[in-house]
């Protein structure tokens, strides 16, 4: 096949297929190409493939080549950069990202992969301390990289089937971590999705009608979560339509945990503030939905007028409780600022006695269940509704990594103990970013001001790297 | 550093880090290590890294060649098997699937790499034409590699330099392609997210307060979509808390195109049933409600009733219209069965004349953008708001795949003139899978019996593979 014959090739489709592919239709004989003739339709070679394989070979090849080089092999480097830091405005100078309709030839690609990876930060250096996903982990990379090469979806056994028995195989284990005889769970890209989810299931489990119907009409949904949770639990209130204001904080210990008399005082506000709407009589007629309290016992009390009569039987008349109707407390084990374990069996014990779903936010904490000491962090996971959210996105090896808590134990005694101004941290992480010795975050907490937040989570991180951390911070801010 | 060493070294975390951490403190000096010693808290060395580093390297690289030659070179292969068909009993006696506590040795793993990619379904196989993720573009494989290696995360310039400026940079082609002056977008991990984030969106637009408030005891808000749509828009209709019930969809035509005139006799429908409601003076109290109408005009009319009214100022007694209020048209661009484009710039003219929020779904067909002869079937994308929800997870490189849409073409015109018994697809496709030869899915659509639904999107499918597939159906089904 050569450029001649495909442009001696004009007919349009979508004439051609359906010419070409009837095949024994007669009449048409004199349009229908041979089954091997090239056609060009806009451009494009319909005999294809669209694709020169031998060239995106060498391209994969070569590209590996590089990445090997510059990123696996590099990643425990401490004399390499953490960053190669450029202001914006100077980095799009450096890196073409010009897409031009032409494409760019391969020696120009294997540049601009050179250059992406140059500029990028090196979140596997062992001196990454900036966010959760520090750390390069071989095995892992593998998984990753032969997903993406395979590139499943794991829809069916049909179309999956090695990742289908692979996640029910990680599920199994999981499940035994948390300790339960039996159990099922999904995979999801992130905590984030995670929670969502999870406060989806449980307004699910108490209330199925909403699938249907939505919230509109109904009275407000509540839920408990401590005051040092994560962000996506406010993001998944405003994304269900529950709202903000109806995510109720409770207050935490100075560690960061969630005081369980202050849950169980909340939880009873809510249902008083319950009772005294029954008792006012503020009642509201709603046309055609099925999920409403109907009648009003005769002698309304915190313990009768709750949550489960919102299942009762049908009436004509039906009416709907103005008031906010508790389903949820969502515990955290592993806190965003502190790292704080929530006292898990403390507050399932409270959602057993007021029949609220307990759902747990082990995102960041959930691999101490893997550590034989740590393991008490969460005890009483085994508690929650059947369901544990935990962030794994794709089937990658496990890793033991309890030399984490050890580690960010260490950095809380330190926080507690340092004093600084505001503008501290944020001059010593720039002078740290321009140089590119080393990264990890600040922030301020409640009271306390700008503080610096280390992740230690990463396998290349070794000891030498925690000293060289407080001495790089101790040399950058001097002169302050 | 030997294992002696460390099992010499048995202080417990957190003791050894916050001594070994306060370096000056003279009292605790006879408990403090060196810098350099080891310590062993629960099994694992604290000194670390935790990895081998030589030997994860060494498992990389021979994994990226096993990945190279089982994966990406045999991907143009049609000789190769799509599938390896395994039942499931039978796949897991084959694959080692057991978690064990000691892990696994290096020869084991690349083992079981071998076992995961022979078993797995060969998704760039060029017969594989069961789903839209079929094909493999080596350089968007590549960027894929890059990423999994360098693994950012998007959400600061600091951390994501260079993936930070890819995305507008993107961002900004997309936009040209959309044929927008200026605007902005976001990518998101899937059709279905995105369709989620569009009608959250548009909810956001015309009642902001739901973000805080909920929705709680308002009026029911109600969408519509194409009969044809993507079923992710009933799950976002569940997870948003708006109810299953609250999705109005349209009628289409023969093509499974909506049909204009009948969206817009919904939508009159709506209105005239908000209109009756108020006449009705069906009135509800809300308490500290702010997203509500509070007065009904003097004439209430279909044209004054409708949406705006919602954000009326507020007045002490603030009354809820019960009915249901439209906010939001959903258009699609390619439908999951037939491949039907909505006519935009019609239900773009219905939108304007209602005040609704117009999406667009081009999840499937929004790359007909980037064909000259193709992208008017697009036409009036331009007119949708602010907003583009584009499938597209990570950065790779654009590919013009005009031709699918001719393949595509083909496709539709053979299955309208082919019947069948319900029985007759599932049949074939068993023989298919067990043969291994070829993979393409099979469903109903409303009168029709059970038809083949065939995915034309890889690069590497040429057209002998499209008549090597009408030649195997009639191979496999030749009995029948």
Request: glycine share 16%; aromatic share 4%; hydrophobic share 45%.
């Given at each position: 096949m050569t450029l001649d014959t495909i442009s001696n090739c004009q007919l349009q489709c979508p004439e051609w297929c359906f010419h070409a592919l009837k095949k024994g239709d007669s009449d048409q004989e004199e349009i229908v190409p041979s089954k091997k003739s090239a056609i060009l339709v806009d451009g494009v070679v319909l005999n294809g493939p669209t694709t020169d394989a031998k060239a995106g070979e060498k391209f994969v090849e070569e590209a590996c080549r590089l990445i090997m080089e510059e990123v696996v092999l590099k990643?425990?480097?401490?004399?390499?950069?953490v960053c190669e830091w450029r202001p914006p405005e100077q980095l799009k100078q450096l890196v073409d990202l010009e897409l031009r309709d032409k494409g760019e030839p391969h020696h120009r690609l294997l540049e601009l992969c050179q250059d992406v990876i140059h500029y990028s930060v090196k979140t596997n250096h062992p001196r990454f301390f900036n966010q959760l996903y520090a750390g390069l982990d071989y095995y892992a990379l593998v998984a990753r990289f032969m997903t993406e090469a395979l590139n499943p979806s794991i829809y069916t056994y049909e179309v999956s089937p090695v990742f289908l028995l692979v996640e029910e195989a990680i599920l199994k284990k999981m499940i035994e971590f948390v300790g339960w005889k039996e159990g099922d769970g999904i995979f999801n890209p992130g905590g984030s999705v995670s929670n969502m989810y999870a406060i989806h299931l449980a307004r699910y489990k108490y209330f199925p009608e909403i699938k249907e119907k939505?919230?509109?009409?109904?009275p407000r949904l509540i839920f408990f979560t401590s005051a040092e949770c994560h962000y996506s639990m406010k993001k998944a209130a405003s994304f269900l339509g529950?709202?903000?204001?109806?995510?109720c904080f409770v207050e935490t210990d100075g560690r960061g945990r969630m005081i369980p008399a202050e849950l169980e005082k909340q939880i009873w506000q809510a249902r008083k503030q319950l009772l005294d709407y029954i008792k006012a009589n503020v009642f509201i007629a709603r046309e055609?939905?099925?999920?409403?309290?109907c009648c009003v016992p005769a002698q309304p009390s915190p313990d009768t007028c709750?949550?489960?009569?919102?299942?009762f039987t049908l009436q004509d008349d039906v009416e709907v409780i103005m008031g906010a109707a508790p389903f949820l407390v969502c515990a955290t084990s592993g806190t965003t600022v502190l790292g704080a374990f929530d006292p898990l069996d403390e507050i399932a014990d409270i959602c057993e006695r007021h029949d609220l779903w307990l759902h747990v936010d082990?995102?960041?904490?959930?691999?101490?269940?893997?550590?034989r000491k740590h393991r008490t962090l969460l005890h009483g996971i085994h508690r929650k509704y059947f369901w544990f959210a935990y962030k794994k996105s794709k089937p990658e090896r496990f890793i033991l990594i309890a030399a984490s808590c050890a580690y960010a134990q260490t950095c809380y005694e330190l926080k507690s103990k340092v004093q600084c101004s505001p503008k501290v941290a944020p001059a010593i992480k720039e002078r740290m970013m321009k140089k590119g010795s080393l990264m990890l975050g600040y922030q301020p907490h409640r009271g306390k001001v700008n503080f610096f937040r280390q992740v230690v989570i990463s396998p290349q991180v070794s000891r030498e790297d925690m000293d060289f951390l407080l001495d790089e911070i101790d040399l950058l801010g001097k002169d302050m």
């Open positions: 990643a425990t480097d401490v004399n390499e950069k939505g919230l509109s009409g109904l529950i709202g903000t204001e109806n995510v055609g939905m099925a999920l409403v309290p709750f949550l489960k009569r919102l299942s082990a995102s960041w904490g959930g691999s101490a269940l893997m550590s």
